[in-house]
């Protein structure tokens, strides 16, 4: 018997493939509480050498990307072990909420924005940790969020932590700000 996924005189696909058709599918009802897909391969940095790369929450499963491409950096190609991996994992599911927060634009917003921005706040001392283990693999800077949608947005010319100005990455797809001395790395104007 073949099954309803599949139209007659096509040929059969394996459980998995099926899943994953249907998981993509916006016609399926359940779609936004199947796990991602994965990320696809013209979403995936392809730059050469070891660029620096940047931990930052994108609502994706992986946090790391290229500060020149701004694309996803594949973890497996930075050698981390088991711990280091969870420990981005666990700060990603962290920051995520509050991104979502942010996002949502209810009655939680105003915290949210506090919390992301404040280069204090305990989510970015564990997320600057982290960056601060991945830099020992590869140059790493952590992604200060600054809230872009708010009417006449400047960007901050110093770094919140060490009040240096920032220096200017003109490597990238847009103007990044940089402190070298923090790794921090946020929107420029």
């Known amino acids: 018997m073949q099954s309803a996924l599949i139209a007659p005189g096509q040929p059969q696909r394996s459980a998995a493939s099926r899943y994953y058709q249907i998981s993509m599918s916006y016609d399926d009802p359940y779609f936004k509480l199947r796990p991602p897909s994965p990320t696809p391969d013209d979403e995936l940095c392809q730059c050469m050498g070891d660029t620096p790369v940047k931990l930052m929450c994108a609502l994706s499963y992986n946090p790391i990307h290229c500060i020149v491409c701004n694309l996803e950096v594949p973890p497996e190609t930075l050698g981390f072990d088991t711990t280091l991996v969870e420990a981005i994992a666990v700060w990603r599911r962290i920051y995520e909420a509050l991104d979502r927060l942010w996002l949502d634009s209810g ?38 969020f600054q809230d872009q949608s708010i009417p006449h947005f400047e960007a901050i010319g110093e770094c919140p932590s060490c009040r240096q100005t920032f220096k200017t990455f003109d490597g990238g797809i847009f103007r990044q700000d940089i402190c070298e001395e923090c790794s921090i790395i946020t929107v420029g104007e």
């Not at 305990?122 to 940790?129: I, T």
């Open 107 to 144: 009655e939680y917003e105003a915290w949210a924005t506090s919390e992301l921005g404040d280069i204090t706040s305990p989510v970015n001392k564990r997320g600057r940790d982290v960056a601060a283990q991945v830099n020992a693999r590869r140059r790493c800077y952590y992604w200060l």
